[in-house]
T-cell receptor, first 107, second 118 residues
């Protein structure tokens, strides 16, 4: 089967740093995406990793370890607007979403 | 604003009705997708079209019938739905689908159609 697991909920304070983990066990691996989804809105693309290591994009960074089946999304200088669900998605022969993490940022 | 447009935004239908969801993109993408998302759950893949041909059907019940009239349009025809089919239906597109080598092509999602079956 395909398992892509994330913590269900996380909370953090404005200005802080938060790390959202994703572990996966899938039949095949061709890359991993992170998406952000605000309530009632479409998921929006944040990052893509296919090789091991860190990809940095402004306040957001994503890390991948293929040997460990592990990725994380790092959000720095948190803002209230970062309160959203964060979805890890693995590409096998199709895109499969993880369970999603709801992040709440407090003042 | 999303570059993938879905209509209608909201739909309420009875179990005997026939309705269609529509999706349109003008980014030149050659892969299009239907996902179903229940509240507080991740999107679940239903169908994938690559170059206007159905390439993936995730064992979706036949009361859901996809159609890809051309490279810009994707429809989902609904008939005899059940109340448990109530969900947010998301359309997405990408430059190429995974099966044709487009692994690093991110999906662009529409804002979805919120469907309620009564």
């Amino acid at each position: 089967g395909q398992n892509i697991d994330q913590p269900t909920e996380m909370t953090a304070t404005e200005g802080a740093i938060v790390q959202i983990n994703c572990t996966y066990q899938t039949s095949g691996f061709n890359g991993l995406f992170w998406y952000q989804q605000h309530a009632g809105e479409a998921p929006t693309f944040l990052s893509y990793n296919v090789l091991d290591g860190l990809e940095e994009k402004g306040r957001f960074s994503s890390f991948l370890s293929r040997s460990k089946g592990y990725s994380y999304l790092l959000l720095k200088e948190l803002q209230m607007k970062d309160s959203a669900s964060y979805l890890c998605a693995v590409i096998t022969d199709k895109l499969i979403f993880g369970t999603g993490t709801r992040l709440q940022v407090f003042p | 604003d999303t570059e993938v447009t879905q209509t209608p935004k909201h739909l309420v239908m009875g179990m005997t009705n026939k309705k269609s969801l529509k999706c349109e993109q003008h980014m030149g993408h050659r892969a299009m997708y239907w996902y179903k998302q229940k509240a507080k759950k991740p999107p679940e893949l239903m169908f994938v079209y690559s170059y206007e041909k159905l390439s993936i059907n995730e064992s979706v019940p036949s009361r859901f019938s996809p159609e890809c009239p051309n490279s810009s349009l994707l429809n989902l025809h609904l008939h005899a739905l059940q109340p448990e089919d109530s969900a947010l239906y998301l359309c997405a597109s990408s430059q190429a689908g995974p099966k044709i080598g487009g692994y690093n092509s991110p999906l662009h999602f529409g804002n979805g159609t919120r469907l309620t079956v009564t």
